[in-house]
Nanobody, 124 residues
Framework: QVHMVESGGGLVQAGGSLKLSCATS????????KGWFRQAPGKEREFVAA????????SYADSVKGRFTISRDNAKDAVHLQMNSLEPEDTATYYC?????????????????WGQGTQVTVSS
């Protein structure tokens, strides 16, 4: 059974930074493609970033490119999202996800496992 647990959310002022982490446990999860998605109230869940199993390839939504960085530590089976220059529009619940596909994926339907989410609130 796969478990994914996010941490690191909170309240921050615009322009500030937060680092989200996701601890994963389960069979073979260290080789899954990992991703971060977010969902704001009244909106659909949207792709934020994804990283290949070996960390060699990454993909970002245009809205966060240049501000957010995804990374992973397979020894600890963890994935992180460093968020800089945060904007009020980044306010959402952030979810980590795992995909058994071998190539990077960006659609929610391509991810098999999800965490419970962590709230990020950016004040103006």
């Amino acid at each position: 059974q796969v478990h994914m647990v996010e941490s690191g959310g909170g309240l921050v002022q615009a322009g500030g930074s937060l680092k989200l982490s996701c601890a994963t446990s389960g069979p073979m999860t260290s080789v899954y493609v990992k991703g971060w998605f977010r969902q704001a109230p009244g909106k659909e869940r949207e792709f934020v970033a994804a990283i290949s199993w070996d960390g060699g390839r990454t993909s970002y939504a245009d809205s966060v490119k240049g501000r957010f960085t995804i990374s992973r530590d397979n020894a600890k089976d963890a994935v992180h999202l460093q968020m800089n220059s945060l904007e009020p529009e980044d306010t959402a619940t952030y979810y980590c996800a795992g995909s058994q596909f071998t190539n990077i994926r960006t659609h929610t339907t391509d991810f098999d496992y999800w965490g419970q989410g962590t709230q990020v609130t950016v004040s103006s």
